[in-house]
C-alpha cells in the first residue's frame, strides 16, 4: 500500500519562526508535491519536486521555500511564518511510471497555526 | 490556468437518498480523478477517468467522464454517513506533472 507520512498533524508556531514541514514517502516515486488547502480555496499548489535536489514553483510559492536532498524525502519550510500562513498543509507523491500518471496519493496533513 | 468547478459547494441529505455532484470545465482533460477527504485527513483516491463517455462504479458510487472530457459527474446510491466528506475532482490536459483540483463538494449524510 501507498504510505505518505507527515511530520506533525497539528503545529502552533509564532510569527516569525522559522518552520519546516517534512514529508516522507516508500513508494520510490520521483514527484512530490506541496499544496496548502484553504476554506473557500481548494488545494493550491507551492513548490513540486520531479528529482531529488530539483524543484519547481508552484501558483503561491511566496513566503516559502523546500528542500529534496533524498528521494523519498520533501520538506517544506516557511522561512518567517506569518499569520496569513495559517492553514492546511498536505503533501503528495506521484510515480513517473504508473498506471495514471497524474493520481497523487496524499499524507494525512499538517494543520498549521500561526499566532 | 485551467479551472474545474464543482457543484454544488454543500449538499446535506438524508441516509438513503440518492445524489449527484459535478465538475466541469471549459478545457479538455486526458484524465480525471476523484477523491474523498475526511475531516481532519488528506485526500484519497477513489477512481480515474480516462475515457469520453467512460462509466466506472466503485460500490454505490457511479463516476462518469464526458463525451467531450471536460466534465464529469458523481452519483452515490443510497447515501450512508460513511459517505460524508469532501468531494474533489482533479484534472490535467497531459502537462508535465501538474494537476488542477476543483474547490470541492461538501457532503453531509445525517442519519
Known amino acids: 500500500d501507498v504510505k505518505v507520512t507527515q511530520s506533525s498533524r497539528y503545529l502552533v508556531k509564532r510569527t516569525g519562526e522559522k518552520v519546516f514541514l517534512e514529508c516522507v514517502q516508500d513508494m520510490d516515486h520521483e514527484n512530490m508535491f506541496w499544496y496548502r488547502q484553504d476554506p473557500g480555496l481548494g488545494l493550491r499548489l507551492i513548490y513540486f519536486?520531479?528529482?531529488?535536489?530539483?524543484?519547481e514553483k508552484g501558483d503561491i510559492p511566496e513566503g516559502y521555500s523546500v528542500s529534496r536532498e533524498k528521494k523519498e524525502r520533501f520538506s517544506l519550510i516557511l522561512e518567517s511564518a506569518s499569520t496569513n500562513q495559517t492553514s492546511m498543509y498536505l503533501c503528495?507523491?506521484?510515480?513517473?511510471?504508473?498506471?495514471?500518471?497524474?493520481?497523487?496519493?496524499f499524507g494525512p496533513g499538517t494543520r498549521l497555526t500561526v499566532l | 490556468t485551467q479551472l474545474l468547478e464543482q457543484s454544488p459547494q454543500f449538499l446535506s441529505i438524508q441516509e438513503g437518498e440518492n445524489l449527484t455532484v459535478y465538475c466541469n470545465s471549459s478545457s479538455v482533460f486526458s484524465s480525471l480523478q476523484w477523491y474523498r477527504q475526511e475531516p481532519g485527513e488528506g485526500p484519497v483516491l477513489l477512481v480515474t477517468v480516462v475515457t469520453g463517455g467512460e462509466v466506472k462504479k466503485l460500490k454505490r458510487l457511479t463516476f462518469q467522464f464526458g463525451d467531450a472530457r471536460k466534465d464529469s459527474s458523481l452519483h452515490i446510491t443510497a447515501a450512508q454517513p460513511g459517505d460524508t466528506g469532501l468531494y474533489l475532482c482533479?484534472?490535467?490536459?497531459?502537462?508535465?506533472?501538474?494537476?488542477?483540483f476543483g474547490i470541492g463538494t461538501k457532503l453531509q449524510v445525517i442519519p
Open positions: 482533479a484534472g490535467d490536459s497531459g502537462g508535465y506533472q501538474k494537476v488542477t
Open positions: 503528495a507523491s506521484q510515480g513517473a511510471r504508473q498506471r495514471f500518471f497524474n493520481e497523487q496519493f
Open positions: 519536486s520531479y528529482d531529488v535536489k530539483m524543484k
